[in-house]
């Protein structure tokens, strides 16, 4: 039996899984080695961290994370989350073991939706990105393309300053790589760029929250407060797929996320030590 199960090995779960262990809280991590930023090679805005691969970064937290020996990690994924009746929790893994915890903190993130369109799937997180605050600055001076979307003008005030040209496309219909840069077509029409931005639906990329019955938000995100609980006692969401009512959307940040993880650690904790009721 765990104190804290934390399903996630993004910056979320791993600050969660690092708070716990400096408190000797027994904790199991798992990690299923998919990642939203994994198509990524750097990771931006982030303090001591900026250009950093996400790899190195997530490499770095786990060897700290060996200095404790309250925290046990294992590279495997959950399949299912239930709460048994005396409220403690059981969670399926991959391998088909099953492990009991008192607490889950899910960090499992979001999945972005990437649109069946050719050459897509292929640059997204290289040369096609979602973030000015993540990918921007890259793009100074050079051209960037921005799919039209609820999003388009905010992305238009943001870049203009930073790119040397910024120009609204239709829906793209295909992307391709080529000497110029990247040639982005839509419809019958087509410009060569350096970066296209582009605004994605997201998805939960596991189904934990469908499975413990948790609150959503219009956004697609599980409902939380300030300290990542959820509506189900004993359970704590941390990372963009959470959602405080007070923020207009989820926030996709590494920093961010870590932070979640660190509130949802102490809350973890809190609720252990000082039960309601």
């Known amino acids: 039996m765990y104190d804290a199960l934390v399903i996630g090995g993004g910056p979320a779960g791993l600050q969660a899984a690092l708070t716990l262990g400096r408190m000797h809280r027994p904790t199991l991590l798992l990690d299923s080695g998919a990642y939203r930023n994994g198509p990524v090679d750097a990771m931006h805005n982030i303090v001591t961290n900026d250009g950093r691969d996400p790899a190195e970064f997530r490499s770095i937290v786990r060897g700290e994370l060996a200095a404790y020996d309250d925290v046990e990690v294992r590279d495997l994924a959950a399949t299912a989350v239930g709460r048994l009746g005396d409220g403690t929790f059981e969670a399926t893994l991959a391998d088909g073991s099953v492990v009991a915890s008192r607490t889950v903190v899910l960090a499992t993130g979001l999945r972005d939706v990437v649109p069946d369109v050719p050459g897509f799937?292929?640059?997204?997180?290289?040369?096609?990105?979602?973030?000015?605050f993540c990918?921007?600055?890259?793009?100074?001076?050079?051209r960037v393309a921005i799919q039209d979307s609820p999003a388009a003008g905010h992305h238009v005030v943001m870049l203009t300053p930073i790119?040397?040209?910024?120009e609204v496309v239709a829906p793209v219909t295909g992307v391709e790589t080529t000497a110029e840069g990247l040639r982005v077509t839509s419809g019958s029409d087509s410009v060569v760029v350096d970066g296209l931005f582009a605004h994605l639906a997201w998805e939960q990329a596991a189904p934990f929250a469908a499975q413990l019955g948790l609150e959503m938000r219009e956004s697609g995100c599980i409902a939380v407060n300030l300290f990542g609980q959820t509506s189900v006692p004993g359970v704590y969401a941390a990372g963009d797929l959470a959602h405080v009512a007070d923020l207009?959307?989820?926030?996709?940040?590494v920093l961010a996320a870590a932070y979640a993880g660190q509130l949802a650690g102490s809350?973890?904790?809190r609720d252990l030590v000082m039960p309601v009721g």
């Open 163 to 166: 790119a040397g040209s910024v």
């Open 121 to 132: 799937a292929e640059q997204w997180g290289r040369t096609i990105h979602s973030c000015p």
């Open 135 to 142: 990918h921007g600055h890259e793009l100074s001076g050079r």
């Open 248 to 253: 207009p959307m989820p926030m996709p940040s």
């Open 267 to 269: 809350s973890v904790l």
